[in-house]
């Protein structure tokens, strides 16, 4: 029987084989995962905002994608990944709302994101599969093993990147 850890919003969490580790509800938040093919150590941030140093009540760390990849590439590290092998998969920073004036590049769900891309490649780990954008929302599940990150939201194929 397989275990599956949860990851709620605004969290994150580490899993090994033969774990896998799912997180549901991104739309414009991004859930980020990131892992060492070598070690099959993961973890998963759901992050709903770009930047913590851009909001006065930060104390939830694991809100934001800068403080959450901080906290959670420390926990990575002690559970036993190689940050020399990490790498990355994201989905979801969806834009959920249409309006007539709003623009693509101010949507919450773009910038959580391009915050990931920036904070990826600032830590040297290659961003390799993404799933990210459009109007829909995503619950994504990560298995370890296989390095797949399969990607399911209503009314779309479930896909693996």
Do not use: W
Not at 32 to 37: F, K, L, N
Not at 39 to 61: E, F, Q, Y
Not at 84 to 108: H, Q
Not at 147 to 159: C, Y
């Amino acid at each position: 029987m397989e275990s599956i850890v949860k990851v709620r919003m605004a969290d994150y969490a580490i899993c090994s084989v033969p774990q896998k580790i799912t997180t549901i509800g991104l739309g414009s938040c991004v859930g980020i995962v990131v892992y060492d093919s070598g070690s099959k150590v993961c973890g998963m941030l759901h992050a709903m905002l770009p930047d913590s140093k851009k909001i006065r009540n930060n104390s939830n760390r694991s809100k934001f994608v800068d403080s959450g990849m901080e906290d959670m590439l420390q926990m990575l590290v002690q559970a036993g990944a190689n940050k020399r092998r990490l790498m990355a998969k994201m989905a979801g920073g969806a834009k959920m709302f249409d309006f007539i004036d709003d623009n693509e590049n101010t949507s919450i769900g773009y910038q959580n994101v391009q915050a990931a891309k920036q904070i990826l490649e600032q830590l040297g780990i290659p961003l390799v599969a993404e799933d990210t954008g459009k109007n829909y929302g995503r619950t994504i599940v990560f298995d370890p093993e296989s390095n797949d990150l399969e990607i399911k939201a209503v009314g779309q194929p479930t896909s693996v990147i």
